[in-house]
T-cell receptor, first 115, second 107 residues
Framework: DVKVTQSSRYLVKRTGEKVFLECVQDMDHENMFWYRQDPGLGLRLIYFSYDVKMKEKGDIPEGYSVSREKKERFSLILESASTNQTSMYLC??????????????FGQGTRLTVV | LAKTTQPISMDSYEGQEVNITCSHNNIATNDYITWYQQFPSQGPRFIIQGYKTKVTNEVASLFIPADRKSSTLSLPRVSLSDTAVYYCLLDGGKLIFGQGTTLQVKP
């Protein structure tokens, strides 16, 4: 019973390429999040969205943009990939009233390597 | 600036109770305290959430003192499969994870 699906498990891209990471959830959740995870740094929030076409910056938005055209889909875009964006990327979704979140469901992660 | 502070790592033995404390001196009135568990190569999984006093579910208990400046996740009788990273979050709309606590359960 897959709830949050990320388009790729592993991805290898070249420096300077435009990269799209896709995330789809089937729970009709309002909120969606993108994180990156690096050894010793935990999960760091890149962007999140609490509604269609709405987005807010997280702690490390530089070098990234997002798109949420439909409620179930949240895309992370690396405008010009760089080697320091090599990381594990995780997508999550929750339902909330913007005061607190219900249980977050995470995708399986995308391990991106930029060469 | 990190909103929560947890120990980087902890060791325990099977069958013991494990308590992981999280400090959050600047907790906001509308922040809920939420704990997640993460195994290698997987996304985090929700464990428990609370606002004040004590919350218990089938997996863990969460103790929150009256001033809410800290919280303690209690895992009863851990097993080897509880070896994971545990994250404490203050949830006021954003889900901000810190570095987490790596719990190693030994036989």
């Amino acid at each position: 019973d897959v709830k949050v699906t990320q388009s790729s498990r592993y991805l290898v891209k070249r420096t300077g390429e435009k990269v799209f990471l896709e995330c789809v959830q089937d729970m009709d959740h309002e909120n969606m999040f993108w994180y990156r995870q690096d050894p010793g740094l935990g999960l760091r929030l890149i962007y999140f969205s609490y509604d269609v076409k709405m987005k807010e910056k997280g702690d490390i938005p530089e070098g990234y943009s997002v798109s949420r055209e439909k409620k179930e889909r949240f895309s992370l875009i690396l405008e010009s990939a760089s080697t320091n964006q090599t990381s594990m990327y995780l997508c999550a979704s929750t339902s909330s009233d913007r005061v607190m979140n219900t249980e977050a469901f995470f995708g399986q992660g995308t391990r991106l390597t930029v060469v | 600036l990190a909103k929560t502070t947890q120990p980087i790592s902890m060791d325990s033995y099977e069958g013991q109770e494990v308590n992981i404390t999280c400090s959050h001196n600047n907790i906001a009135t509308n922040d809920y305290i939420t704990w997640y568990q993460q195994f290698p190569s997987q996304g985090p999984r929700f464990i428990i959430q609370g606002y004040k006093t004590k919350v218990t579910n089938e997996v863990a208990s969460l103790f929150i003192p009256a001033d809410r400046k800290s919280s303690t996740l209690s895992l009863p009788r851990v097993s080897l499969s509880d070896t994971a990273v545990y994250y404490c979050l203050l949830d006021g709309g954003k889900l901000i994870f810190g570095q987490g606590t790596t719990l190693q359960v030994k036989p």
